[in-house]
């Protein structure tokens, strides 16, 4: 990936003056992410924040105009430097990796004044992994998945994830399982971090109407504001009319604003279908079981998916979430409860293979 980025013309120390958030994790990250970008922006309203995950600057999408300016610009510079320091190195990167050096080359050019890197997969070997000092890392709640490149366990998975933490750079996580913590310790240690903290959900945050939904986001909003707040106390010298207080809490109000502001499509999302009076989507993206977990957490609660609990019949939801949603009915005290699980809750479900290629094959 150096060897791309240095045919288009930077290098690695040239990524520092973006000032980067860098964020991995199994679970959580985009939401973290997109709370990070939020209450920045909030904070420090001058600002322009990018982040890379779809490309995005101050909340909106690099334009068609600029994304086709800047795509043939870093492709004409890959065509034309063609000099490779190793023989087996492909001539041109693949997908993601030319998105990552595309948004690099487009964040520098514009001059953006921070940058949420959302890692693509794991951490130690991705390609937004380049960045020689971040200002502030995290890892969100880790998870099985990717296995075939991050390993099958915990371990090998914290391992990977941990790999983003820098030397003189704080390193954040959350409540993680205990082997993957000790292996995320461990490579904060060898890394040299300048601190690693755990973050623990935080009370105050029960006050505040978070912009996403489910449970599971007073977590992924705890170690954002804590990102948040890091990087603001490091950049302080930048931004002399922001004063950070030592800790954050209590909240500030701009952190509050950003929390509640927050949005991030297809993350817990209802939307009423606009044809059809009828109709609620209820959208999430979750692909591992704890993922689902969550969104089954979010979804068989009163003020969502229990609201909508008459004259569903159909099949049951998910046998990796069935026995929650069963205690949820119940613990909620909805009317004919019990009759409601036996017949089922939804009309239709209506599930998204991960098939990538025609011929059937999938990129997982």
């Not at 595309?102 to 130690?124: M, N, P, Q, R």
Request: charged share 20%; aromatic share 10%.
């Amino acid at each position: 990936m150096i060897e791309y980025l240095e045919r288009i013309g930077y290098r690695p120390e040239d990524l520092n003056r973006l000032n980067v958030v860098h964020i991995t994790g199994t679970k959580g990250k985009g939401s973290t992410s997109a709370f990070c970008d939020s209450m920045l922006r909030k904070t420090v309203p001058s600002w322009k924040v990018a982040v890379r995950e779809r490309i995005r600057v101050n909340g909106e999408p690099i334009s068609e105009a600029d994304f086709t300016q800047y795509f043939f610009e870093v492709w004409d510079r890959l065509q034309e430097n063609t000099t490779r320091k190793l023989p087996q190195t492909s001539l041109m990167p693949a997908y993601f990796r030319f998105m990552t050096l595309l948004a690099f080359h487009y964040f520098s050019s514009i001059k953006v004044d921070a940058t949420i890197l959302e890692v693509g997969v794991g951490g130690l070997y991705d390609s937004t992994n380049i960045v020689p000092k971040p200002v502030v890392t995290g890892i969100t709640s880790l998870g099985v998945d990717h296995t075939a490149v991050l390993g099958n366990t915990l371990k090998e998975i914290g391992y990977q994830k941990g790999g983003i933490y820098k030397p003189g750079v704080p390193a954040l996580t959350v409540e993680q399982p205990e082997e993957g913590m000790n292996a995320i310790r461990d490579q904060a240690i060898a890394q040299k971090a300048s601190s690693f903290t755990v973050v623990q959900t935080m009370p105050e945050l029960q006050n505040v109407k978070l912009g996403l939904s489910g449970v599971h986001q007073f977590q992924n909003a705890s170690i954002a504001v804590h990102l948040v707040h890091q990087y603001l106390l490091a950049r302080q010298p930048d931004i002399p009319e922001f004063l950070p207080s030592l800790y954050p809490t209590p909240l500030s109000p701009s952190y509050i604003k950003g929390l509640e502001a927050t949005r991030f499509p297809g993350r817990c999302q209802e939307v009423a279908d606009p044809e059809h009076t009828k109709i609620t989507w209820f959208l999430d993206g979750a692909h591992t079981i704890e993922s689902l977990t969550s969104c089954g957490e979010w979804f068989f609660q009163p003020s969502t998916g229990l609201k909508q609990s008459d004259a569903r019949n159909g099949e049951k939801f998910l046998n990796v979430v069935l026995d929650g949603m069963k205690k949820r009915v119940l613990q909620h005290q909805i009317d004919d409860g019990a009759e409601l699980i036996e017949r089922g809750f939804f009309d239709h479900v209506i599930f998204c293979t991960n098939i990538t290629y025609v011929d059937g094959r999938s990129k997982a």
